[in-house]
Structures are given as structure tokens and as C-alpha cells.
């Protein structure tokens, strides 16, 4: 034992050069540990990227942040909203606020929050309940969904004190940040409305590099791989392709050849063209994965997830996450038919999928 006293955790805020700072504001019990908020500095007041998730102990470490920075909730200028996740969105609300600070986030993710707001557990539990019935989830998959929707108890869900934003942040367009140059580029496929933010300036540290620098938020990470999913929109006509997005979105992000990336989660870092090439062979191979085991035999979405190769056997998968993987399934399912790689069999129920070449 040592007899040092006990000091209370300073956050670690670091100084990323030409007046940009990050602040990990922690999210509790999540493996992910914390969102990496910006903060900008803009001839308006300073602009966050990003605010974290919505708990007491976040909120300090963003206030305390903030101060370290040499600035506070109150100066706050706006807030420009990556997607619409809870680990970014979170406490934007709170810091509008104390703050007055504007509100910016892509339509599509606008939309979601919207619904999320409006809609209750009920409803959303007999949409997971029939989405997963669809996929061919087993009924003792989906028994305690249903016990829950059963027992009758709505109420709000958890997004339902997510804020609306005040604008919209346009595709391609610079954003309204006095002596910035800070461009919106929409990068769907994590969420349909998540957007990557390319600083055009010169990055302090490499001289006259021109590729600047990107908030990447979920989008492009060093060394995770984003969940891509199916867009949860109970109105959606299934059209929808978000792995083709994603795919798409990485293309778009290593055309802008950005000198470092500033990602939302885990640190900073170069090679961005790299990285997009290893997550498009990381998903490649997934998709000649399933191919191959839709040549095998007919399968449910459910039944490829179970086959698809996971960190962990299926067995060892907890519940959520299951869904999580499934989801995922069902995304790399959707593009191989859109690639007319796989179809639907006529007349399954549920509908089960086979190769077609
Ligand atoms: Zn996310
Ligand atoms: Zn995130």
C-alpha cells in the first residue's frame, strides 16, 4: 500500500492543435468505455461535435472538460450531432439547455429521433416482436418479448427525452461556423443520417497537407468494425440496402484523403485510406462468407446469423446481442439479393434465402 492521496480523476482532455480539443465523456457500462466529444473553436463561440450520453457522471465530465479547455456549457455556440445514437446525442438536450446553444443534426437521423419521441414500448416491442418472427428468431427467443408486450406496460422508451434539433446539416455544404471551413458529408449506413464533418484546413502538424482533417464519429474507427444493421423504420418498404450505403460512405470518406481522423470513439489517427481498405475486405469477406453458406442450403436470417462466424460461439451470444447480430445478417443478406447474389425462395414462411450462382 502507498499512502498517496486520493485525487478524483482528472478528465483527459487533449488539445488536438488549431483550436481543436477532444473531452472522453464516459458512457456507463459499455465496453465501448467513452464518446470523444469535440470541441471547435469558431469566431461564434466554441461548436461541440458530438455531447455524449445522457448521465449525471457524463454530464460533469463534459462541464469539467469544457473548463479545461478554457471554456464552459454557458459559451456554448452549437451543437453538430454525428447520428442520432445515444452515446452522441445524449446530453444535447442538456447542454441546449444551459446553454442556448443551436442544434444540428442530418434530416434522416432528425426523423428517427422524431419517432423514437413519439412512439411507446408497446408499440416498439410488437415491432422487435414481429421483426424477429420474420427473420425466423424461435419462439423461445422471443417469449420474454412477448410476456413484456402482455403484460401491457408502455411508457416512454429510453430515446424519448432525445432532443429535436433546430436544423438540418445539408449534405456537402459548409457549415455556417464563422472563420471555419468545416463541410458536412453524409455518410448513411450506421444510421441513415450520420454525417462526417471534413475540416478543409491545413492540419497544424503536417505542414501544408491538404487532405485537413475528419470527424469521423462512428463511421470510420481505428480498430472496431461499426454495426450496420437494417434501418429501424416500421415503415420502411424494405428497399433499403445500409450495408451498400456504408460501403459507399467509406469510398467517399478515403476520395477526401484526410491527413488524420478524429473518430468519436477510441483516439485520433492516420491512414484513413488504409482503414477504409481493411473494413471493405473485412466486409467482402463476410458477404463471400455468406454466399457460400447460402449455396449450402436454404436459410432463415436467423439461421445464417447462427452460422456466421461471431467473437464468440452462438451459444455464448447473450439475447441483445443476438439481435444485434441478426440484424447484421439481415443487412449482408439484403445487399447479396441487391447484388442479385441471393434471393428469397417463393412461398417460405418465414422466408428463407438461397444463392443463385
Ligand atoms: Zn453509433
Ligand atoms: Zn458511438
Known sequence: MTDAPQVTEEPRVRDHGGGIWSIPVPIP???????????????AGPVLVDTGWDDPASWRTLVEGLAAC?????????????????????????????????IAMHAADAAVVRRTRASDRREWLAYLVGKLAAAGAPEDHTAPLRAALEGGRGGALPGARAALPDRDIEPDALLALPGRRLRAIWTPGHTPGHVCLHLEERHPAQGASPGGRLFSGDHLLPAITPHIGLYEDPDSD?????????????????GLRPAEVLPAH??????????????????????????????RRDLTPWQLAEAMRWNRPWEQIPFASRNIAVAEAEAHLRHLVGLGHAEAVPGSDPVTYRATD
Open 29 to 43: 457500462d459499455n465496453p465501448l468505455g467513452h464518446t470523444l466529444v469535440y470541441v471547435i473553436e469558431t469566431d
Open 266 to 295: 477510441q483516439y485520433a489517427f492516420t491512414g484513413a485510406r488504409a482503414r477504409v481498405g481493411e473494413l471493405t475486405a473485412h466486409h467482402a469477406e463476410r458477404l463471400a462468407d455468406l454466399r457460400a453458406l447460402l449455396a
Open 238 to 254: 424494405g428497399s433499403t440496402d445500409p450495408l451498400g450505403d456504408y460501403l459507399d460512405s467509406l469510398a467517399r470518406i478515403a
Open 70 to 102: 478554457g471554456t464552459s456549457v454557458g459559451d456554448l455556440h452549437g451543437v453538430l450531432v454525428t447520428h442520432h445514437h445515444p452515446d452522441h446525442h445524449g446530453l444535447s438536450a442538456r447542454v441546449r439547455e444551459e446553454s442556448g446553444a443551436w
